[in-house]
């Protein structure tokens, strides 16, 4: 137990030499790999959610923290069956179409992946067919969309429009955000939730996709 | 020519030595050599391969060191702005500066009812107007976003009213080539035709590329109309220190100073003496909140190598000043706005805009724009510095008065006093008096005073045949967007 502390421990200073260690030799002691994250990796990665929101942390720190942990489940991976391997969901994440605004974007996928969140980002100027596709192809538990302009919030409206004409508006969460994008704009368009940070973002996720 | 601002009487201000100047050039030159820009035009990279850039693939480019030279050769050291009235407006070159608002704030910081609501059109055309009244606002942004016009003409609306509204030149956002371009036509009847504006420039457009590394088609687009039409243009790449440029001061300058330079590069291909204004927007990330923030001490000091290196390469400079990042227009608002306009005056950056922004410039404030109007004014007599000539030395005056007399008698004081700052919404009142005239803070005195402006200066009206010219193109332009 004490080494999935000090392995938590390292997570939390974001000392990927020693995370890597610790987790190569808990390999090689036959350590179960998924104990290795849940109760080494991912413990250490919670403790670094709630120090960042009470402000004990700031976001390069946490950025750390996310890389030892990935370098720990690169590790870990190939020893655990797909099916198995922890994850706190799925999430599609792009920019809408006309718009170039990434910075807050690439945050949300940021924090979203230190959670344990499998994200796949598709990037800027995102049309609603290519959230579509990427739903079919992806089968995420949460699709998220950033607008940063006024002009290219309307896309959103498009995309929640496109995915109930492709018939998957029932099987996919949709959440939106960025600056000038609110809750009741989230409402009247049809999204099943709005956040107004990154933080907030990574909770709403964990909330849908359960 | 020398790095650093000269003002008045040998006031100067530097924030890099020539020495430092020169060693983020050579880094910004290794950047552009070594690592290159992807740049998403098609036009612009053929007209780089021909120049003698080298191109990977479709769209990387890398660019040697005499290109960057050819450009800096040929873009002009000095750019006039003329008001509507074709009258020369702002210099921008050397230490001189300037001041303007911001563009398209979401939020209105209501005045009167203190509410924080969308603009509506009236709303932007009060504030321009109020621009117009403001002795130190030099230009006009669109300061808010339009709520009440579809969203496709948003551009072209702001710059009908922009033109209607205030004399004064304009620096202008547009959404692509064709808003621009509707824009210009509107300037150009206003003018008197498009080879007037292209002699007498009222506006300046306002390109803002991605950092990092890589330049938006419609960027390119915008700086290659602005260059076809030999049109005035800034090309400021906007960053977050920290996000997408390092998050050090010196990392920062390195390589915003790149990317600004590979926008001159192409411009000065597509027409060379085209003016081009240097700059770049800097907003660091907060680490804790991860918002883009404005006018912090490391955002200033970016700033003042910013317009050194301008001065290194002899090019006008872009910059900011008069924002910040409080919510309301309180003692934060004003201490960040005031320190940035200061810091930006002494830099002597050619063109600041943003006076008036609130929260990281999703809102603005029309008491916050009075204030720094006033702070403008207490900075551009600061520029002035030290008159040492004999008659401001005041020897004479000196030996009249002699010891334990009163200069308040002497007409050296009543010829020169009025020389010196004389305050307009700063209250120098004792207790008493201030009470008696209400017990005002700042920010109530400027809502008065806007209140005055709102109700009483009338800006120099287009011409009615104007009006019509700028309703028909707005109406083609809306009837061509469906
Ligand atoms: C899926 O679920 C979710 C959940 C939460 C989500 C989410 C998704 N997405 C975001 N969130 C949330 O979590 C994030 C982290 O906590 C937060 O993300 P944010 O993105 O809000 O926050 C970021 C971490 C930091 N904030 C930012 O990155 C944006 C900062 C400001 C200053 C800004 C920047 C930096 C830029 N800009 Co632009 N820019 C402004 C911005 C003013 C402002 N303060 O917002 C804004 C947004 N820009 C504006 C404009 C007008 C423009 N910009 C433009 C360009 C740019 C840059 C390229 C220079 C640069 C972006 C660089 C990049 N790679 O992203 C142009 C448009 C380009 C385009 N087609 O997209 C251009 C049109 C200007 C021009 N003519 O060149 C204004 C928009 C007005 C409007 N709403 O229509 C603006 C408010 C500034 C202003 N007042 O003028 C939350 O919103």
Redesign the pocket.
């Known amino acids: 137990m004490n080494s999935f502390g000090n392995m938590a421990e390292a997570v939390i200073a974001g000392d990927f030499e020693t995370v890597k260690k610790m987790t190569q030799t808990m390999i090689d002691e036959q350590v179960d790999p998924i104990a290795i994250i849940n109760q080494g990796l991912m413990a250490g990665m919670n403790v670094v959610g709630v120090r960042f929101k009470a402000g004990d942390m700031f976001v390069p720190e946490v950025m750390m923290s996310a890389r030892a942990m990935s370098t720990g489940i690169e590790l870990v991976k190939p020893l655990i069956a797909d099916t198995n391997m922890p994850s706190a969901g799925k999430v599609v994440?792009g920019t809408v179409k006309?718009?170039?605004?990434?910075?807050?974007?690439k945050?949300?996928v940021m924090m979203l992946e230190s959670a344990g969140f499998q994200v796949v980002d598709l990037g800027v100027d995102q049309a609603p067919a290519d959230f579509v596709k990427a739903v079919q192809e992806h089968n995420p538990h949460v699709v998220?969309?950033?607008a940063?302009?006024?002009?290219t919030m309307l896309k959103m409206k498009d995309t929640v429009d496109a995915l109930k004409e492709a018939g998957l508006r029932d099987k996919v969460k949709v959440?939106?955000?960025?600056?000038?994008v609110n809750r009741s704009f989230a409402e009247q368009i049809g999204a099943d939730g709005f956040?107004?940070?990154?933080a907030t973002?990574t909770d709403l996720c964990k909330t849908l996709a359960q | 020519m020398a790095v650093g601002s000269n003002h008045g009487n040998g006031l100067f201000f530097r924030t890099l030595t020539e020495v430092q100047a020169q060693h983020i050039h050579a880094a910004s030159s290794r950047i552009l050599e070594e690592t290159g820009m992807v740049i998403h035009h098609l036009e612009a990279v053929e007209l780089l391969r021909q120049a003698g850039a080298y191109v990977e693939g479709e769209n990387h480019v890398y660019f040697p060191a005499w290109l960057l030279e050819q450009a800096l050769r040929t873009a002009p050291s000095r750019v006039t702005m003329y008001d509507r009235m074709g009258r020369p407006a702002m210099y921008l070159e050397g230490s001189n500066t300037y001041f303007g608002t911001?563009?398209?704030?979401?939020n209105f910081l209501d005045p009167f009812s203190g509410e924080r609501r969308s603009w509506r059109t009236e709303d932007v055309a009060a504030a321009t107007r109020v621009c117009d009244a403001l002795p130190n606002i030099d230009f006009v942004m669109s300061m808010g976003?339009l709520s009440d016009v579809e969203k496709r003409m948003i551009n072209r609306e702001q710059y009908a009213i922009m033109i209607q509204n205030t004399t004064k030149p304009q620096v202008v956002?547009?959404?692509d080539g064709d808003t621009l371009r509707d824009i210009i036509e509107m300037a150009a009847v206003a003018v008197g035709g498009k080879e007037r504006l292209r002699q007498k420039p009222l506006l300046m457009s306002?390109?803002?590329?991605?950092?990092p590394l890589q330049h938006p088609a419609?960027?390119i687009d915008k700086l290659l109309v602005a260059a076809e039409y030999g049109m005035p243009t800034n090309f400021a790449?906007?960053g977050?220190a920290g996000a997408?440029v390092p998050t050090t001061v010196g990392g920062a300058l390195v390589q915003a100073n790149a990317e600004a330079l590979s926008g001159l590069v192409i411009h000065q291909l597509k027409r060379p003496g085209a003016p081009f204004i240097y700059g770049y927007?800097n907003?660091p990330?907060d680490m804790r909140t991860?918002?883009?923030v404005y006018g912090t001490p490391e955002a200033i000091l970016f700033q003042g190598g910013l317009v050194d290196l301008a001065h290194f390469y002899n090019l006008p400079c872009w910059g900011y000043a008069g924002c910040c990042n409080a919510k309301v227009c309180d003692e934060q608002a004003v201490m960040e706005s005031t320190m940035f306009t200061l810091m930006g005056a002494l830099q002597g950056c050619n063109i600041m805009h943003d006076v008036f922004y609130m929260e990281?410039?999703?809102t603005g404030s029309l008491e916050l724009l009075l204030i720094s109007n006033e702070a403008i004014g207490r900075a551009r007599r600061i520029q002035r510095g030290i008159d040492t000539d004999p008659a401001h030395l005041a020897v004479e005056a000196i030996q009249r008065v002699g010891p334990g007399g009163n200069f308040l008698g002497d007409e050296h004081t009543a010829q020169y006093f009025r020389e010196n700052w004389q305050p307009d919404l700063s209250d120098f009142n004792n207790y008493e008096n201030w009470t008696l005239n209400g017990s005002q803070t700042m920010a109530e005195r400027a809502r008065e005073k806007l209140k005055y402006l709102m109700e009483h200066h009338h800006p120099e009206p287009v011409p009615a045949e104007v009006k019509e010219q700028i309703e028909r193109i707005l109406k083609a332009a809306s009837a061509r967007l469906g």
């Open positions: 994440i006309g718009d170039l605004h990434d910075i807050g974007k945050l949300v998220g969309m950033s940063l302009l006024t002009t959440i939106v955000g960025g600056a000038p956040a107004s940070d990154a973002a | 911001g563009s398209d704030t979401l976003l956002i547009s959404e306002y390109t803002e590329p991605t950092s419609e960027s790449c906007g977050m997408s927007g907003s990330m991860m918002q883009a990281f410039g999703l």
